[in-house]
Nanobody
Framework: QVQLAESGGGLVQAGGSLRLSCVVS????????MGWFRQAPGKEREFVAT????????FYQDSVKGRFTISRDNAKNTVYLQMNSLKPEDTAVYSC?????????????????WGQGTQVTVSS
């Protein structure tokens, strides 16, 4: 059974940084894309970033470009989201997701496996 577990969320002041991690377990083979999504209170879930297996393909939501960096360590089955220059509008529950194939996408329907999420709160 494939499981995803996020960590690294917390409370930070505006301008600060956080690094989220997502460990994938139970997946024995194949190459697959990973993504980060977030959902703020009262809003729909939105795409943040996605990365292919080799990291040759990486895409970001426009509002996080230049501030967030997605990366992965396949030997550790882990994907990261480095978040710098955080803003109050970045406050949300951040979830990682794993696709069935190595196809990157900003659409949540592309991803089959999801983590429970980790709360990120940015104070002004």
């Amino acid at each position: 059974q494939v499981q995803l577990a996020e960590s690294g969320g917390g409370l930070v002041q505006a301008g600060g940084s956080l690094r989220l991690s997502c460990v994938v377990s139970g997946r024995t083979s194949s190459r697959y894309a990973m993504g980060w999504f977030r959902q703020a209170p009262g809003k729909e879930r939105e795409f943040v970033a996605t990365i292919s297996w080799s990291a040759a393909w990486i895409f970001y939501q426009d509002s996080v470009k230049g501030r967030f960096t997605i990366s992965r360590d396949n030997a550790k089955n882990t994907v990261y989201l480095q978040m710098n220059s955080l803003k109050p509008e970045d406050t949300a529950v951040y979830s990682c997701a794993a696709a069935e194939t190595d196809s990157v996408s900003r659409y949540s329907t592309n991803y089959r496996y999801w983590g429970q999420g980790t709360q990120v709160t940015v104070s002004s």
